[in-house]
């Protein structure tokens, strides 16, 4: 790929999950797969109640957001079809994700955290390293909720102070073991008078979670950093040259969407699932949820020339197929 043209990304006062101003920014690219992104310029694809953007923040390759098209408050209060439609749509981006990548995937849910009454909920998907263990999940979840519990006046701490203001957790939660934990087998089929909950799912059940605890928001994101910040070589060069710049001081934290947004990744991400999301939109099993792909190449206007699969998006095509 050539060297991209990356523009800041502003964000909307407004709701800044829109799925109208997503799909008239998808609609008016003049190159597909975009070779710069904006705030809106990040969908990749789209089923009847949901669509899929590139995240803001993506400190690794391969970070998607299902976002539901109409505001929801959380996952859990929509309906059983809705919930049968995104269970196909993770399970499908999961493999997706975990071929193209070679690597796991955790998911993660802030349930009515941070939600306006506009607001459109959101499930995030992170590629993470095979090589993480159960061991290191859990270290990363202890230290996180550490970090967030009562009475810690770290720097960090500081900073969730700063940005949650009344979300600032109540409970002294301070590790895994006593965190209240719900069944995870019950999510999203919650109960829909639920409040706030945060659902998170790693490789491992030790390291899993659904809890009503008030934990604030970008818990999850939090945590993969953790994780990933020890196995994942390609982000310790980037938090390195970070670091020399003098990028990570004054407050600044490189697992907050808000001080880095990784645009670099977010580019590359749209190239690399271009022709694997073609392939899914063909499949006769997308058809039932109206998948939708935004990546695909159009014809070139002048030569009328076709877009073909490659080798490579046929293999994963073959290896996809059974689970779609």
Avoid at 270 to 296: D, I, V, W
Wanted: glycine share 4%; net charge positive; hydrophobic share 40%.
């Amino acid at each position: 790929m050539n060297q991209s043209k990356i523009e800041a990304i502003t964000l909307s006062q407004s709701n800044r999950l829109s799925w109208q101003q997503f799909e008239a920014s998808a609609i008016q690219r003049k190159m597909l797969p975009p070779q710069f992104t904006t705030s809106d310029n990040r969908l990749v694809c789209a089923t009847h109640n949901f669509f899929v953007i590139v995240g803001i923040g993506a400190f690794v390759l391969g970070y998607l957001i299902i976002v539901t098209k109409k505001p929801y408050a959380s996952i859990a209060i929509m309906s059983a079809e809705q919930h049968e439609e995104i269970e196909w749509l993770v399970k499908i981006l999961s493999n997706l994700l975990i071929t193209q990548y070679n690597r796991d995937v955790v998911c993660f849910e802030h349930g009515m955290c941070g939600c306006s009454g506009n607001e459109n909920a959101h499930l995030h998907m992170m590629p993470v390293s095979k090589k993480a263990t159960a061991r290191d999940f859990e270290f990363a979840i202890n230290q996180v909720l550490d970090h967030r519990g009562i009475g810690i006046t770290d720097a960090i701490d500081r900073e969730l102070r700063r940005n949650l203001r009344s979300e600032k957790s109540n409970q002294e939660v301070w590790s895994l073991a006593q965190l209240t934990r719900l069944p995870l087998h019950t999510y999203p089929k919650l109960d829909n008078q639920l409040g706030k909950y945060v659902y998170f799912r790693s490789p491992f059940a030790s390291a899993s979670f659904l809890t009503d605890a008030n934990l604030g928001s970008q818990v999850g994101r939090e945590i993969v950093f953790e994780v990933e910040k020890y196995h994942n070589k390609t982000l310790q060069k980037k938090l390195k040259r970070l670091s020399k710049g003098g990028m990570t001081q004054y407050g600044q934290l490189p697992w907050r969407w808000q001080d880095f947004a990784f645009s670099e990744n977010i580019v590359k991400t749209m190239h690399h699932l271009t022709e694997p999301l073609l392939c899914l939109q063909n499949s006769t099993a997308a058809e039932k949820f109206g998948f939708k792909s935004y990546l695909a190449i159009k014809p070139n206007k002048q030569e009328q020339s076709f877009y073909y699969l490659s080798p490579m998006a046929a293999s994963l095509h073959r290896l996809l197929a059974p689970t779609i």
